[in-house]
């Protein structure tokens, strides 16, 4: 997941014999070298958000709406600060492409959809082995009559962002794993590369996916409680709460503009998780920096992205090897 994961972890699970992600929305090509180091990258999938940049990035309307918040904490909010956060943010486009192909990049996948028609022939004639997310039967099928090499089908269980892209995809219209993953086996057939994603957390998680029609399987949520990974404090406080307390998690796109589950905080609980005059993403999460900041340092999760999945049983403390043991 996006704020949790880094180059380290991504090698870790790799080195087990996994392969690991390493998640790039928002990297400009610089800062994708970097992170790289001049090092191998075998077995580590690059992962992108294919979203469309809205024009509009500043909302004076949303400023209102969070702006109580500002004041309650005593940090200050202008239209500025936002725009600030936002110089450097890119979407996946011709130069990070051209970036990650020098850099020997084999994996690479794709979130919202695909790239723009020109760009994904380029990574079609690249040679790279495609991924992309499908929250429906119907995006399954759109993404495999594209020729994407595998499709990782995200259930309604998965934590962190929605990959939905078709218009058509609502919310109420996505089924979960266990019952998406049958679905679109049946309809592309047994040549049809299939990940399952949401809810995976086990052995029998794993082999259910796997009898269902899976070929393989996507794990995020497990992992998140992990000794080398970057979930903050008050995110693993949340978690282990969660996960005693028997609390679920919710759907929101208050927080960054765009569906994503995770653990309710202050802001979701007194706004609406589901607004409809959110802020376009990715801009939600600008609105929400400093603030969060300000209330992480006090051990506060109130306006914090506590992304997570619905099945907290495997979210357990530990290595990351002894969790890939954990699941196979």
């Not at 089908?153 to 929605?162: I, K, M, T, V």
């Not at 051990?299 to 530990?318: I, R």
């Amino acid at each position: 997941m996006l704020g949790v994961g880094d180059m380290a972890l991504a090698r870790r699970v790799a080195s087990c014999g996994a392969v690991g992600s390493f998640p790039c929305s928002g990297l400009d090509p610089h800062r994708i070298e970097k992170a790289v180091g001049g090092a191998p990258v075998a077995g580590i999938n690059f992962n992108f958000f294919t979203h469309t940049v809205a024009e509009k990035a500043v909302s004076p309307e949303w400023l209102d709406v969070v702006r109580p918040y500002y004041e309650k904490e005593g940090v200050s909010l202008s239209e500025e600060a936002v725009l600030k956060d936002l110089q450097g943010a890119t979407t996946f486009g011709p130069e990070v492409f051209d970036t990650i192909v020098r850099l020997g990049v084999t994996v690479v996948s794709f979130h919202f959809g695909l790239p723009a028609d020109p760009l994904w022939k380029k990574v079609k004639e690249s040679g790279l082995t495609t991924m992309a997310s499908a929250t429906t039967v119907a995006e399954a099928v759109y993404l495999y009559e594209r020729g994407v090499d595998v499709l990782i089908l995200q259930g309604f269980e998965a934590g962190g962002h929605r990959g939905c892209f078709l218009p058509k995809s609502t919310l109420d219209q996505q089924p979960g794993t266990f019952a998406l993953v049958p679905q679109v086996r049946r309809v592309l057939g047994e040549h049809a590369c299939l990940v399952a994603a949401g809810g995976i957390v086990d052995k029998a998680t794993v082999r259910a996916a796997m009898a269902l029609g899976a070929d393989g399987v996507q794990v995020g949520t497990a992992f998140l409680l992990c000794d080398e990974v970057r979930t903050t404090a008050v995110h693993r406080a949340a978690l282990v709460d969660a996960r005693s307390s028997h609390r679920g998690s919710q759907i929101t796109n208050i927080l960054s503009g765009r569906p994503a589950r995770g653990l309710a905080n202050t802001l979701m609980r007194e706004l609406g998780s589901l607004r409809q005059d959110a802020p376009a993403f990715p801009f939600g999460t600008s609105y929400l920096k400093a603030l969060r900041a300000a209330a992480e340092s006090r051990g506060k999760s109130d306006y914090s992205s506590l992304w997570c999945g619905q099945n907290l049983s495997g979210c357990q403390t530990c290595s990351v090897s002894d969790k890939i043991a954990q699941l196979f």
